[in-house]
């Protein structure tokens, strides 16, 4: 529950109030009402509201002696505050593309998957998946990796991916980074069916080959394959 929470309040635009008595305890770590209050040239009793909204949703707290502190999730906000729009700042969306690798009679197979839902329905591509708050990366793969096929792996990170996709016009449409996991099993694990996709063991040429084909895909093996840590793409 305290996800959402945080979530919902994280979406509101503060008031420039608000936002000064943030970036000022950001900065000061401790200050009393008056040295708030200051920077905003406000009368106290309007002061005074915006400063008991931040008390209330739990971003400030006042301590014994009389100053006003962030507290543990208020400082965790700040540092995403937009000070100029009194908004969260937007940040890449974190993902997992994870590469599960197995090797029968001297051939290399990858397990694929094609979502059988919109949106990018009959699209093919590697398993992935969102990174759990709050849990290791390499738990969260394996989580998510049995959670849709039923195979169990242990992961190791190889490198890192960023995609940035863009409107023709050139605003951000999503801003996602990648963090690219790789696993090995034996004897081919037959996969069992998931909601909204299905997977199967295929060669690499086998995948690519793949009319409908998440871009993604063929970029991930060759840094894989390569060796390359990090890659940038628009």
Not at 11 to 34: C, D, E, G, N, P
Not at 75 to 90: C, H, I, Q, S, V
Not at 117 to 141: H, K, M, N, T
């Amino acid at each position: 529950m305290i996800y959402t929470k945080i979530s919902m309040k994280s979406s509101i635009k503060f008031h420039r109030a608000q936002t000064s008595v943030l970036a000022s305890l950001k900065r000061a770590t401790r200050a009393r009402y008056s040295e708030l209050r200051r920077p905003t040239g406000l009368e106290s009793d309007i002061f005074k509201y915006h400063l008991r909204k931040l008390v209330e949703i739990g971003y400030v707290m006042k301590a014994d002696d009389g100053a006003y502190e962030l507290t543990a999730e208020g400082k965790e906000f700040a540092n995403r505050l937009d000070e100029r729009t009194g908004r969260e700042l937007l940040q890449p969306k974190a993902s997992m593309l994870l590469v599960v690798r197995c090797i029968q009679d001297d051939t290399e197979y990858v397990l694929a998957h094609r979502r059988t839902r919109e949106p990018f329905r009959d699209y093919w591509g590697i398993a992935s998946a969102p990174v759990l708050r709050g849990v290791p990366i390499q738990v969260a793969a394996s989580k998510e990796l049995f959670k849709q096929t039923g195979i169990a792996a242990d992961f190791s990170v190889v490198g890192m991916y960023r995609v940035i996709d863009t409107l023709t016009r050139g605003d951000v449409l999503e801003d996602k980074l990648f963090s690219l996991l790789v696993a090995d099993v034996v004897d081919l694990p037959t996969p069992h069916q998931w909601y909204g996709g299905e997977s199967r063991w295929m060669t690499q040429r086998e995948l690519l080959a793949k009319q409908k084909l998440f871009p993604t895909t063929a970029k991930t093996f060759d840094m894989i394959t390569t060796g390359i840590q990090f890659a940038e793409d628009i």
